[in-house]
């Protein structure tokens, strides 16, 4: 019987990871991960190339490359992510709310560089920050390690807990949709729909179970995370 790890929760460079989606084919097979899910923040775009990298090194150590994504979601003010496993990346519904999630996260991006700009005085512009980081769906992280790159922060969570954190002075929301239609973006798309990193929520073991329950009776929620690396 093969044995080995797997990894249903990874991001690359296509949202805010350090390796691109063909990197990550040959960091896994050097940590001997058997498969690993492609999950990248509201975005599928490294899916293909991740697959492609994988079937190209025609080797019985190449994991399996799973199609996922992370989207998104709110729920009373509170920022929920929702894991989306085996989904099929050619599916019309998802990638029509991914295209208009790219719209509304560039049009905040450029919001909270003006207003680290102009409010507090930091050297960073939309341009250079796209030149930066050409081939990525631009998130905070990147603002974040924007600046430290550019030794205007210490590091990055001094400019989350700073700048641009949730309620800090430069933060800019932007729309979410709620953990049910995420579960059902996902269902749509063939998916397993996942409830990631719980813990990270700060809920109470009451309202975690109640949010549970609630979105298992309303829209059939697939799992929940439970190791988060």
Same mark, same amino acid.
Do not use: W
């Given at each position: 019987m093969?044995?080995?790890?797997?990894?249903?929760?990874?991001?690359?460079?296509c949202?805010?990871?350090?390796?691109?989606?063909?990197?990550?084919?040959?960091e896994?097979?050097?940590?001997?991960i058997?498969?690993f899910?492609?999950?990248?923040? +509201?975005?599928?775009?490294?899916?293909?190339e991740?697959?492609?990298?994988?079937?190209?090194?025609n080797?019985?150590s190449?994991?399996?490359?799973?199609?996922?994504?992370?989207?998104?979601?709110?729920?009373?003010?509170?920022?929920?992510?929702?894991?989306?496993?085996?989904?099929?990346?050619?599916?019309?519904?998802?990638? +029509?709310?991914?295209n208009?999630?790219?719209?509304?996260?560039?049009?905040?991006n450029r919001l909270?560089?003006?207003k680290l700009?102009?409010?507090?005085?930091?050297?960073?512009?939309?341009?250079s920050?796209?030149?930066?980081?050409?081939?990525?769906?631009?998130?905070?992280?990147?603002?974040?390690?924007?600046?430290?790159?550019?030794?205007?922060?210490k590091?990055?969570?001094?400019?989350?807990?700073?700048?641009?954190? +949730?309620?800090?002075?430069?933060?800019?929301?932007?729309?979410?949709i709620?953990?049910?239609?995420g579960?059902?973006?996902?269902?749509?798309?063939?998916?397993?729909?996942?409830?990631?990193?719980?813990?990270?929520?700060?809920m109470?073991?009451?309202?975690? +179970?109640?949010l549970?329950?609630?979105?298992?009776?309303?829209?059939?929620?697939?799992?929940?995370?439970?190791?988060?690396?």
């Open positions: 093969e044995t080995g790890f797997i990894d249903l929760h990874v991001h690359s460079t949202s805010d990871g350090t390796f691109t989606p063909s990197e990550l084919v040959h896994a097979m050097q940590h001997s058997r498969a899910a492609l999950t990248d923040h +509201d975005c599928i775009d490294g899916i293909k991740a697959k492609e990298e994988a079937l190209r090194l080797s019985p190449a994991p399996e490359v799973i199609a996922g994504i992370e989207l998104s979601c709110e729920l009373n003010g509170r920022e929920i992510h929702m894991v989306g496993l085996y989904i099929n990346p050619e599916d019309k519904a998802l990638s +029509d709310k991914l208009a999630f790219r719209a509304s996260r560039t049009d905040r909270m560089v003006e700009q102009k409010e507090a005085h930091l050297a960073i512009d939309y341009d920050l796209i030149k930066e980081f050409p081939d990525a769906v631009i998130t905070r992280a990147h603002i974040a390690r924007y600046l430290v790159n550019h030794g205007l922060a590091d990055m969570n001094a400019v989350f807990s700073k700048y641009i954190g +949730d309620d800090c002075p430069h933060y800019v929301d932007r729309p979410k709620t953990p049910q239609e579960i059902s973006l996902i269902h749509h798309a063939g998916g397993l729909a996942i409830l990631a990193h719980p813990v990270l929520y700060h109470n073991a009451g309202r975690l +179970d109640a549970v329950q609630t979105l298992v009776e309303e829209s059939h929620l697939d799992g929940i995370e439970a190791i988060y690396s």
